[in-house]
Each structure stands twice: as C-alpha cells, then as structure tokens.
C-alpha cells in the first residue's frame, strides 16, 4: 500500500529526536497497549503482518500526528473489528464508563 | 484467524520479538554477487517493498534464509515461505545525481520483490 507510512526520502519531517536515555514506555497507557497487543496477537486475533497493514490504513494527517504506540492501538482495534470479536459499540460504552471513573 | 500462540512461548515472544523466520526448505533463486531490479508494484494491499526502491537495480550480497512473505501473509493468503537478500543499492540509483558518489543503501527484500536485472 503507498501509505503515509511509507516515508524513506521524504523531506521536510524534522529531525529524529534520539532520546539519550530512552525509556521502554513513556507512560502507563503505552505499557498497556503493549500488553493488550501480545495478549490479542498470542490469542491468534491476527498475524503480525495483518497488523502492520492496520497501522497503514490510518488516516494521513492522523498516522503522522500521533504516537508510536496509538499506531498500535488502531491497528489493534482495526484487526480485532474485522474478526468480529470486537465491536464500536463496545468500544464506545467502554470510553464512556472510563469516563464516568469506571475502571 | 490465525492459530492461537502458546502461553509457555509469551515470554520469549516480548523478549525477542516475533519472527518470521520459518525452517523450511526451499531453494534460493539468486545468490550473493547477482544483479537484480526490484519489481515495480503499487498493491493497495500490504508490502514491505519501499516506494522508493521500486523499479531500480541492485546487487544481491547475502543470503538471509528463509521467511513468512508478508504480501500474502496480511491477507490470510499463504505464508508463501521464500528466501530474503541483502540487497545492496548506489545511492545515485536511488536518489540520482547529487547524492553521495561513495553511499550505499542495503534493503532486506523477498525473492518476489526481484527479478534478474537485465544489462
């Protein structure tokens, strides 16, 4: 797919910020969304190449302004809604108790 | 869906990764020193074949056995196991006059990303 992803000889995207002392997660909701993505994968929801084809299909302006980690949790969400085990309406009732202080 | 992981494998999953390597036996279509093209497609599908690569010449310069093709594999098509190359690119194929006469560029491509390059 000629994605947004696909950046190798692109100008104009700034510099690679290399962090000196690069953390394994930047915050909770990254370690959580890289526990929820090895629980899914290992349950056999997708293969590691249906997922990165989940990352590709982000919206251009959306893939380019958003995190490493919310790359995954489209993919994840992308993949588990095409299987059938996963629906919007879920998605959308679970934001909402979160919302409300529901853990 | 794809088969289920097992547990026992977890741990060594998230601390290694998750491989495509596969041990199966297939024979190689080239070998180190072979001048290849890359094959120029613009599937709407899943491929790991760069834009930027497509449709110019190159040279194999190792073997790095066998792997799942991630084209078919996205697509719940087959793993279609094939060998991948390091692929070793000018930087002028790639980028033309203006780039550095000396740079390289080493791509690891699936057999179905080449074709023999023609002189």
Not at chain 1, 40 to 63: K, L, S
Not at chain 2, 55 to 71: A, I, W
Not at chain 2, 100 to 109: H, M, P, S
Request: charged share 25%.
């Amino acid at each position: 797919m000629n994605g947004i992803h696909d950046l190798g000889g692109r100008h104009g995207m700034g510099p690679i910020n290399i962090e000196p002392i690069e953390p394994v997660f930047h915050a909770e909701w990254e370690r959580r969304i890289f526990g929820m993505f090895i629980l899914a994968f290992a349950g056999g929801h997708f293969n590691i190449d249906q997922f990165r084809h989940g990352v590709e299909q982000m919206a251009p302006a959306e893939y380019l302004s958003s995190d490493y980690y919310e790359h995954w949790l489209h993919a994840l969400e992308l993949c588990c809604k095409a299987n059938g085990s996963l629906t919007d309406d879920e998605i959308q009732s679970r934001m909402k108790e979160l919302a409300r202080g529901d853990a | 869906m794809p088969a289920m992981f097992p547990a026992s494998g977890v741990e060594e999953l998230v601390r290694t990764g998750a491989s495509c390597r596969v041990a199966v036996d297939v024979n190689p279509g080239f070998k180190s020193g072979d001048a290849v093209r890359a094959v120029n497609i613009n599937p709407v599908t899943h491929t790991r074949l760069p834009l930027y690569v497509r449709g110019k010449r190159g040279v194999v310069v190792e073997d790095r056995g066998v792997f799942v093709f991630p084209d078919t594999n996205a697509q719940l098509k087959g793993e279609k196991p094939q060998h991948v190359y390091s692929v070793m690119f000018a930087a002028e194929e790639l980028w033309g006059h203006g780039s550095g006469r000396k740079d390289k560029c080493y791509l690891d491509l699936w057999e179905d990303y080449m074709v023999p390059a023609k002189e």
